[in-house]
Nanobody
Framework: QVQLVESGGGLVQAGGSLTLSCAAS????????MGWFRQAPGKERDFVAA????????TYTDSVKGRFTISRDNAKSTVYLQMNSLKPEDTALYYC?????????????????WGRGTQVTVSS
């Protein structure tokens, strides 16, 4: 069992920045690929970014490429999402998730463990 707790969300103006953190506990963090997803009101949960177990590979959805950066610190059992140049359409509840697969998936169905989310609101 892996427990995930997100933090760092908040209210920010368009063009601003936020860094989300997701702290893991329970099992060896480096055994899991990690992903960030987001869900806006009335919409499905969408893939944002993912990172492999040892951070060799990252992947992003097109709408955040060049603005968001996913990273991880296995010594601290934490994954981060640095978000720059935020837009109102980035407003959502952001979740982190853990996947035992070697290569991270863009599909939420493949992730075994989820946090409860942290709210990001970007005002125009």
């Amino acid at each position: 069992q892996v427990q995930l707790v997100e933090s760092g969300g908040g209210l920010v103006q368009a063009g601003g920045s936020l860094t989300l953190s997701c702290a893991a506990s329970g099992r060896t963090f480096s055994n899991y690929a990690m992903g960030w997803f987001r869900q806006a009101p009335g919409k499905e949960r969408d893939f944002v970014a993912a990172i492999t177990r040892l951070a060799y590979t990252t992947t992003y959805t097109d709408s955040v490429k060049g603005r968001f950066t996913i990273s991880r610190d296995n010594a601290k059992s934490t994954v981060y999402l640095q978000m720059n140049s935020l837009k109102p359409e980035d407003t959502a509840l952001y979740y982190c998730a853990a996947d035992t697969a070697a290569l991270p998936s863009r599909s939420s169905a493949n992730y075994e463990y989820w946090g409860r989310g942290t709210q990001v609101t970007v005002s125009s």
